[in-house]
């Protein structure tokens, strides 16, 4: 299967702003949990930024999940 790298990013983002929610924490919250600035946050579930590993694994961390959760999402 192909995908475009900007589909699999934009499908990211789009997961963990779902994680974000169903833990019902706010950009600013989950930003002050992984020592980011909030508006990089939004860039990351809006796709305008391909972000690190690093901060995947700060995302994860204080979503209370692994890692690879991050990436359980149906490509669309």
Do not use: W, Y
Request: hydrophobic letters at 40%.
């Amino acid at each position: 299967m192909d995908i475009s790298e900007e589909t699999f990013i934009a499908n990211l983002g789009t997961h963990i702003r779902q994680l974000r929610e169903k833990k019902g924490l706010s950009q600013q919250a989950l930003a002050d949990d992984c020592d980011i600035k909030k508006n990089q946050i939004g860039r990351i579930e809006r796709a305008e930024i391909n972000t690190t590993v690093k901060t995947l694994v700060k995302i994860a961390n204080a979503l209370d999940i692994e890692p690879k959760e991050l990436f359980n999402f149906p490509l669309k």
